[in-house]
C-alpha cells in the first residue's frame, strides 16, 4: 500500500466520523429522551394488583386485576380460548372500606415476609395468587408459593372476600 492510499483512507475515515457526528446530533439526539427514573410498581395512593398464576395457564382461565383507591377496577378474565374479556367497574363501598382498614402497613409488612422454601398453599400443580398492594408509597407483595401469609389473618381474610366478589361479577 503506498502512502497516497494511507492518506486516502484516513480521509475517508475522518469526513465518515465527521458526517456521522452530524447526522447523529441533528438528527438521533434531538428526539431521543432518556426514560423517567420512576417505578410503575409503587404508586402514592392505594392500590392492589391481584393475578392468579400457574395450573390456570393450562386451562386459559386466569385472572387479573388492578384495583384503585377510589373502588374502581379494571379486571381481565380469561375465556379459555387463550383471548381475554377486560371488565371495569366499582367494588360496594363496604368491601372498599374494609380493604383499607384491614390492609394496614403492619399486617402486610408481616404477610410480605419472604418464605424460607418456596412452598405453594394450593399446590404447585394448582392454581396460586399473588398480590401486589401498595400503600403509603410502600409496595408489598403476598404470593402464596413466596410469602408467610397468614391465611386466617385480617389481610388474607379481606383479600379473600375480593376475589370473591369478582368470582360474582357477572361480564
Not at 31 to 37: G, I, M, N, V
Not at 113 to 119: D, F, G, I, P
Not at 133 to 154: A, H
Amino acid at each position: 500500500m503506498v502512502h497516497q492510499d494511507k492518506i486516502s483512507i484516513l480521509i475517508t475515515f475522518v469526513i465518515g466520523l465527521i458526517a456521522g457526528g452530524y447526522l447523529y446530533l441533528t438528527g438521533f439526539a434531538t428526539t431521543f429522551k432518556l426514560p423517567e427514573a420512576t417505578t410503575n410498581d409503587v404508586y402514592e395512593e392505594f392500590v392492589i394488583i391481584g393475578e392468579s398464576y400457574g395450573s390456570c395457564k393450562q386451562t386459559g382461565d386466569c385472572f387479573s386485576f388492578q384495583l384503585l383507591e377510589n373502588g374502581t377496577y379494571r379486571a381481565l378474565y380469561g375465556d379459555r380460548s387463550g383471548g381475554t374479556i377486560t371488565h371495569e367497574a366499582s367494588i360496594p363501598f363496604s368491601l372498599r372500606r374494609a380493604l383499607k382498614s384491614n390492609l394496614t402497613p403492619t399486617l402486610l409488612t408481616l404477610d410480605s415476609t419472604l418464605a424460607a422454601e418456596v412452598v405453594c398453599q394450593f399446590g404447585s400443580d394448582d392454581t396460586n395468587f399473588r398480590f401486589r398492594i401498595s400503600r403509603d408509597e410502600v409496595s408489598y407483595v403476598l404470593d402464596t408459593c413466596l410469602t408467610e401469609i397468614d391465611y386466617n389473618g385480617l389481610p388474607w381474610q379481606t383479600l379473600k372476600k375480593l376475589w370473591e366478589h369478582f368470582a360474582t361479577v357477572e361480564i
